[in-house]
């Protein structure tokens, strides 16, 4: 029979019931299998999107990256294998008036290290190794790692002049120690030692202040500069530029080639004024005594030679310098002053400018004659002739020769405080020359509103007699008195000192100061007879050109009396003065100032007992004056 499709009804419960399909509806299935679809629909969309989304997040991280971060990730990349070995410039020369070498500079070895190396494991292991080849505590290795501020390419020097020994314990260490390299460079060199040391000055690599200073001037860690001097007044034409070598390496630190270079610039060269032999003389002439010499061209002011003892080796400077070196150099007694630049009472040479004023004035004309004696009472104080007893009645010329006190006292007290100060003044007293030194001193030329000032009194006759006879407050710097003695020699005009050659500036600088003709004439006839019939008599040789000059014994308790001596030759047409200046020397200035000078002329136009043959063929080489010895004077 056939089947309806309905089941019959039956009693009890159906064993098939469980399975009972549903009627279809039409249009079921389609809305079913559309409800399937929309579930896988659903479940890619979500899937789509969030695999979306991670992209995203990774392509814009790739992004960042690349674009915005580019750059510096290629750097980062690059410094993994690329290192910077900067090259530090040649220093230009110094050089002599003559071409002779003054400074220049000497090959060595420094150690230079990568910065990055501090962050590896084994840092504090080679940090105490790097400290007992290179002889230096490990905490200035670190400390100079640390002051770097760049991205850690650029190689550090942490150690210059390198020994042998060094270099081989270096390389031996090589495998261990990774970002090291060893490399050639210039260290300043003086090869006359002390000679001139005070004019050359020295170099010497910036400290951490320093270096904060002049780095808006291109100046960076480890670079070596003048530190006084000549070295330092003309820094900007010796330094040069830096170079550096790019350098590629592999893992272990090796270098394996080099990537490009840019060639350092080196400084330029400077020609000094100064005469290396005449140099060389006024220091073994001065010997081992407290002072000061200085030569110069009295009509350009060129500076020809400059000394000043105690003195100092500037190449020790030039590696960093130890404790105990330093020590050494404190205790010979302030080597690192420039006495040549430094004040102080200018005695009898101060004469000139007294007779200048008495001369100009019209109230002491070149016929002038005063009685001297034994001393001149102001107010109560007496000015003591240095000789107790006076020189009768004399003029100018006379009283130059023997260094009067009581005749210039007079001269002073007539024409007055006032003058003396404006003519001091005027022959450049109290006030720099404008060498090119920075340890100059201007000195001192006091007046009545700064004693007030300072001491709250009134000025008085007795300043002003002090001030005729070159002592009390007066100050003067021994390349001041040479420099007014070279202008009475080249005819009444103030000159410029400088220490280059070819510095035509200077060289053209010539302030006139209006003297009257006799003026002129009776001081140089004075500063003759000092020489010819006074107390510098032992400087009147007859090898030499006609000498004219002035000695000064100056007071300075509570030690021995500085003496000075200064002149100019040859008297009819100077074309050289100098100035011989002893600390505490005591004696004279004739006798113990006078023969420095004498021998600094010597060289100067090569004569005397050094340059004369003996029947050997030989040049003897001995400095003593063969003249007799005079007594004591002024």
């Given at each position: 029979m056939r089947h309806s499709g309905i089941l019959p009804k039956t009693k009890g419960k159906n064993k098939y019931q469980k399975f009972q399909v549903r009627p279809i509806v039409p249009g079921e299935k389609q809305k079913q299998n559309e409800r399937t679809i929309g579930k896988h629909r659903q479940s890619i969309f979500i899937m789509s999107l969030v695999s979306l989304v991670l992209l995203g997040g990774v392509g814009s991280r790739l992004a960042y990256l690349q674009l915005y971060q580019g750059d510096l990730n290629r750097e980062r990349a690059e410094n993994n294998r690329v290192r910077i070995l900067p090259k530090q410039p040649v220093r230009g020369n110094l050089f002599d008036r003559k071409g002779k070498v003054l400074a220049t500079a000497r090959l060595t070895h420094a150690l230079?290290?990568?910065?990055?190396?501090?962050?590896?494991?084994?840092?504090?292991?080679?940090?105490?190794?790097?400290?007992?080849?290179?002889?230096?505590?490990?905490?200035?290795?670190?400390?100079?790692?640390?002051?770097?501020?760049?991205?850690?390419?650029?190689?550090?020097?942490?150690?210059?002049?390198?020994?042998?020994?060094?270099?081989?314990?270096l390389e031996e260490y090589r495998d261990q120690i990774n970002g090291i390299e060893v490399d050639v460079e210039t260290l300043r060199h003086y090869p006359n030692g002390k000679n001139g040391a005070h004019v050359l000055g020295y170099t010497g690599e910036l400290n951490a202040l320093e270096l904060k200073e002049r780095k808006p001037f291109g100046y960076r860690l480890g670079d070596v500069a003048g530190k006084m001097g000549v070295e330092d007044a003309y820094e900007k034409q010796l330094r040069g530029e830096w170079g550096g070598i790019q350098l590629e390496v592999n893992g272990q630190g090796k270098v394996m080639k080099i990537l490009g270079q840019k060639i350092a610039k080196p400084g330029n060269d400077v020609t000094l004024s100064l005469d290396l032999d005449l140099q060389k003389t006024a220091e073994e002439a001065l010997g081992k005594r407290k002072g000061a010499v200085v030569a110069m061209n009295p009509n350009t002011g060129e500076v020809l030679a400059m000394v000043s003892y105690p003195s100092f080796d500037p190449n020790?400077?030039?590696?960093?310098?130890?404790?105990?070196?330093?020590?050494?150099?404190?205790?010979?007694?302030?080597?690192?002053?420039?006495?040549?630049?430094?004040?102080?009472?200018?005695?009898?040479?101060?004469?000139?400018?007294?007779?200048?004023?008495?001369?100009?004035?019209?109230?002491?004309?070149?016929?002038?004659?005063?009685?001297?004696?034994?001393?001149?009472?102001?107010?109560?104080?007496?000015?003591?002739?240095?000789?107790?007893?006076?020189?009768?009645?004399?003029?100018?010329?006379?009283?130059?020769?023997?260094?009067?006190?009581?005749?210039?006292?007079q001269i002073g007290r007539g024409v007055g405080g006032p003058a003396l100060i404006k003519w001091a003044r005027d022959y450049g007293f109290g006030s720099k020359t404008g060498i090119e030194l920075a340890e100059e001193t201007p000195g001192l030329i006091v007046d009545a509103e700064w004693k007030r000032k300072n001491f709250n009194w009134d000025w008085t006759d007795g300043d002003t007699v002090n001030m005729s006879i070159g002592q009390g407050f007066t100050l003067a710097t021994p390349l001041q008195v040479v420099r007014m003695f070279s202008a009475i020699a080249n005819g009444g005009y103030l000159v410029k000192p400088h220490l280059t050659k070819d510095n035509g500036d200077s060289q053209?600088?010539?302030?006139?100061?209006?003297?009257?003709?006799?003026?002129?004439?009776?001081?140089?006839?004075?500063?003759?007879?000092?020489?010819?019939?006074?107390?510098?008599?032992?400087?009147?040789?007859?090898?030499?050109?006609p000498i004219a000059g002035k000695s000064g014994t100056a007071e300075a308790p509570p030690g021995k009396s500085h003496t000075w001596f200064g002149g100019f030759a040859p008297f009819d047409k100077p074309e050289i003065a100098v100035l011989a200046f002893v600390e505490h020397s005591g004696g004279g200035g004739g006798s113990t100032a006078g023969p420095i000078v004498l021998q600094v002329l010597e060289t100067y136009y090569k004569a005397g007992p050094r340059y004369e043959k003996k029947e050997d063929g030989k040049t003897p080489t001995t400095n003593k004056p063969t003249t007799t010895v005079q007594p004591r004077n002024r």
């Open positions: 230079y290290l990568w910065p990055r190396v501090q962050h590896q494991p084994d840092w504090p292991e080679n940090l105490q190794r790097l400290s007992d080849i290179l002889n230096i505590p490990a905490s200035e290795i670190q400390k100079r790692i640390e002051q770097t501020d760049d991205n850690g390419s650029t190689l550090v020097r942490i150690a210059r002049s390198l020994t042998p020994a060094q270099i081989t314990a020790v400077f030039s590696t960093p310098i130890t404790t105990k070196i330093w020590r050494e150099l404190q205790g010979e007694g302030n080597p690192f002053i420039n006495r040549s630049l430094q004040a102080f009472p200018p005695a009898s040479t101060f004469k000139v400018v007294t007779d200048t004023a008495g001369l100009q004035s019209g109230k002491f004309p070149p016929k002038t004659i005063l009685h001297t004696a034994a001393y001149l009472n102001v107010g109560g104080t007496r000015f003591g002739e240095w000789n107790h007893a006076g020189f009768g009645s004399i003029g100018y010329v006379r009283a130059l020769a023997m260094s009067s006190n009581t005749f210039h006292g053209k600088w010539r302030k006139p100061l209006n003297l009257k003709p006799e003026t002129i004439k009776t001081i140089r006839a004075g500063l003759r007879a000092v020489v010819s019939e006074g107390t510098a008599r032992r400087l009147d040789v007859p090898y030499l050109p």
